[in-house]
């Protein structure tokens, strides 16, 4: 059974970065694809960010130029560099894979 577990998020102020990991463990071989989403309060999870195995990423486009995702060698590690944070960047972000969710980790963008 796989499972993720994501680590990074903090506070950080306007302009700031942080990196988030995602580390997946058990039946790693299922993983074709990662993704980033994120949950502001009150609004609906998006997806921020994904990877496949090949390397191939998308974006949404409000982090466009400002975030990179990337994964390890072994494909059972995924990050996230956010730059640039914005407030409206605040949200429990959640990594996913093979329909399996990680706990997700809190990211505050304030000054």
């Known amino acids: 059974q796989l499972q993720l577990v994501e680590s990074g998020g903090g506070l950080v102020q306007p302009g700031g970065s942080l990196r988030l990991s995602c580390v997946a463990s058990?039946?790693?071989?299922?993983?074709?694809?990662m993704g980033w989403y994120r949950q502001a309060p009150g609004k609906q999870r998006e997806l921020v960010a994904g990877?496949?195995?090949?390397?191939?990423?998308n974006y949404v486009e409000s982090v466009k130029g400002r975030f990179t995702i990337s994964k390890n060698n072994a494909g059972n590690t995924a990050y996230l560099q956010m730059n640039s944070l914005k407030p409206e960047d605040t949200a429990v972000y959640y990594c996913?894979?093979?329909?399996?969710w990680g706990q997700g980790t809190q990211v505050t963008v304030s000054s």
């Open positions: 996913k894979s093979v329909n399996v």
């Open positions: 058990g039946s790693i071989f299922s993983i074709y694809s």
């Open positions: 990877i496949t195995r090949d390397g191939n990423t």
